[in-house]
């Protein structure tokens, strides 16, 4: 199956998709974040059954 990852800069009302179709991974890479920014990330699986539902979302994330 997929992973999908998306992050949010407005506390989860809107969602960007940053890594779609990302296999068999624990992780993955997001570029082009703005440093000082909050982000909060959610996470979801996506097989030939469809895409499950996301996961909670993260704490609040701030690059530096």
Do not use: H, M
């Not at 992973?3 to 993955?28: F, L, M, P």
């Not at 059954?49 to 530096?64: C, D, E, K, M, Y």
């Amino acid at each position: 199956g997929d992973t999908i990852v998306q992050y949010s800069t407005d506390n989860g009302v809107t969602w960007v998709t940053v890594a779609d179709g990302v296999r068999g991974t624990t992780g993955a890479v997001v570029t082009g974040l703005v440093t000082g920014r909050s982000y909060v990330f959610r996470v979801s699986a996506r097989n030939v059954f469809g895409t499950g539902i996301q996961s909670g979302t993260s704490a609040v994330v701030r690059p530096l």
